[in-house]
Each structure stands twice: as C-alpha cells, then as structure tokens.
C-alpha cells in the first residue's frame, strides 16, 4: 500500500470548513483513498472513500486531484465534536488486507 | 450501515487473570476480522487477522500463545489475553468488513474498542 503523508496537526474553527490535506504520491492505479477518524477513547470511524472521482457523503467531501498524487477530506461545517484525529489510508480496494494507520493529523475545533 | 460490536468496552483485573474480548458483526458476514492495539498518543497496529475456520496470522512479535484467537463463526471473533500483565495493558480494537472487504471496496469497520487495565 501506498505511503501517505499528513500535516500533524490543525485547527478550525466551529462552523467554518475543515481542509484536511493527505499526500500520496506513489500511489497506484488500483488503490483507493479511504479516510477515518478517530475520537478520543472511541474506535476509528470510517468517513468516505474514493479511487478518482470526487465524493460526497452526508459526513464529508472527498476531493481527490486528477493526477491522484494527494486528497483533501472537507468538512462543510466542523463542530466541536469533529475534534479527532483523522487518518488518510491508501490500498488497493476490494483486498481482504487490514489497515495500516500512520499518525494522522490532530483536528482541533474550536468554539 | 455495517456495525462491529465489540465487548466489553473496559476491564480491570489483576495481574495473571486472562481476558476474552468479543468482537461481532451484527449486520454482515465477515470471514475475516483484524485485531488491532493501540498505546497511549500511538497510531494503531495490527495484531492479528482473524479467519473463519482456520488459524489466526499473527504480526511479527505477537506471542500467539499470549493472545488467543478464535473466529468460530462468521460474525464473531474473539480475543483472549492469557495471563496478563501490567505490560499488556492498552486499548484492544477489532475491524471487520462485510465479505472480507472483497465485493465492492467496502471499507473496515470498527468496534468501539476494549480498554484493558492490569493491576
């Protein structure tokens, strides 16, 4: 699986959008960009995913650039309760593999 | 949306006492579900992938004897800490995806994760 990169940290603030950036250059034709979250004490949450189309869901947009080398997770409205930290994972879509989780970038929302 | 259920959310015991912690789709299938542990301030990492009806893989340095695995059905895996220690200590999480994430891309879903404290 393709190795990504995220800026550690973030701040927002509540009501504004979150842009949450992930660079994976080396990433090849068959993976696709997942990303979850993870809340203080709680399991990872999965939030969307994609291999080169934008996508939208009701938690958060997925724009991934047309060359594929990088992404950005949006998060239209962030709330107090998107503080997390979230996690941009690469691998080939469909493969019975598990995760693997870099360290990710702490969101902070503020009031 | 898929569901992982995972059991007990948090267990405090004494040093030596072994510990089972439930890991169940509720809604789907999986013949393949991960264990994964978490450190304080630390990323997670993969301990072992679970198989339905067969052995578990476990990842380089998990005792296999340390940690039980058993995934007897396909909606429930589980994992026994033996004789804990202190050092085991951690936040235990489980994930799983319908069909094995093999139709579609359907992507990991996790439990709510065990806390483990050994005294």
């Known amino acids: 699986d393709a190795k990504t990169t995220q800026p550690p940290s973030m701040d927002c603030a509540e009501g504004r959008a979150a842009n949450l950036p992930c660079n994976h250059s080396?990433?090849?034709?068959?993976?696709?960009v997942y990303w979850y979250r993870q809340i203080h004490s709680q399991g990872p949450q999965y939030i969307i995913h994609g291999l080169k189309n934008n996508e939208t869901n009701e938690m958060a947009s997925l724009i991934i650039t047309e060359d594929r080398k990088s992404s950005t997770l949006i998060l239209p409205h962030a709330t107090l309760r998107d503080t997390a930290v979230y996690y941009c994972?690469?691998?080939?879509?469909?493969?019975?593999?598990?995760?693997?989780f870099g360290k990710g970038t702490k969101l902070s929302v503020k009031p | 949306g898929a569901v992982v259920s995972q059991h007990p959310s948090r267990v405090i015991c004494k040093s030596g006492t072994s510990v089972k912690i439930e890991c169940r789709s509720l809604?789907?299938?999986?013949?393949?579900m991960f264990w994964y542990r978490q450190f304080p301030k630390k990323s997670l990492m993969l301990m072992a992938t679970s198989n339905e009806g067969s052995k578990a893989t476990y990842e380089q340095g998990v005792e296999k004897d340390k940690f039980l695995i058993n995934h007897a059905s396909l909606t429930l895996s589980t994992l026994t800490v033996t004789s804990a220690h202190p050092e085991d200590s951690s936040f235990y999480i489980c994930?799983?995806?319908?069909?094995?994430?093999?139709?579609?891309?359907?992507?990991?879903?996790f439990g709510d994760g065990t806390r483990l404290s050994i005294l």
């Open positions: 994930s799983a995806a319908p069909g094995g994430g093999v139709r579609g891309n359907q992507p990991q879903h």
């Open positions: 809604d789907f299938q999986a013949t393949t």
């Open positions: 994972i690469v691998r080939v879509g469909g493969s019975q593999g598990n995760l693997i």
């Open positions: 080396t990433i090849s034709g068959n993976e696709y």
